[in-house]
Nanobody
């Protein structure tokens, strides 16, 4: 069973930084797409950043240049470094994974991911 556990959320002021972590277990890392998604109150869940086993990444336009997704395969941990945070980044952030062929391109679509963590809250004040 795939298990994903997020941590690292919190409250920061506009312009601040946070690093989210996602500890993963129960699957073979090399055959999955991994990603970060977020959901603000009253809004639909949206893709933030995804990465495949080869390190190929994709970002939402709203976070390009500010957020960086990375992974430590040895530790089975996914990260999201968030810099220059804005109040619009306030949301519950979720780690997600889904099985893919080795090296497959990963996409930001929420519907493409079947395994989810419980989420970690990020709040950015102005």
């Amino acid at each position: 069973e795939v298990q994903l556990v997020e941590s690292g959320g919190g409250s920061v002021q506009s312009g601040g930084s946070l690093r989210l972590s996602c500890a993963a277990s129960g699957y073979t890392y090399s055959t999955y797409c991994m990603g970060w998604f977020r959901q603000a109150p009253g809004k639909e869940r949206e893709g933030v950043a995804v990465i495949n086993v080869n390190g190929r990444t994709s970002y939402a336009d709203s976070v390009k240049g500010r957020f960086t997704i990375s992974q430590d395969n040895a530790k089975n941990t996914l990260y999201l470094q968030m810099n220059s945070l804005e109040p619009e980044d306030t949301a519950m952030y979720y780690c997600a994974a889904d099985r893919r062929a080795y090296g497959a391109i990963c996409y930001l679509a929420v519907s493409g991911y079947g395994h989810w963590g419980q989420g970690t809250q990020v709040t950015v004040s102005s």
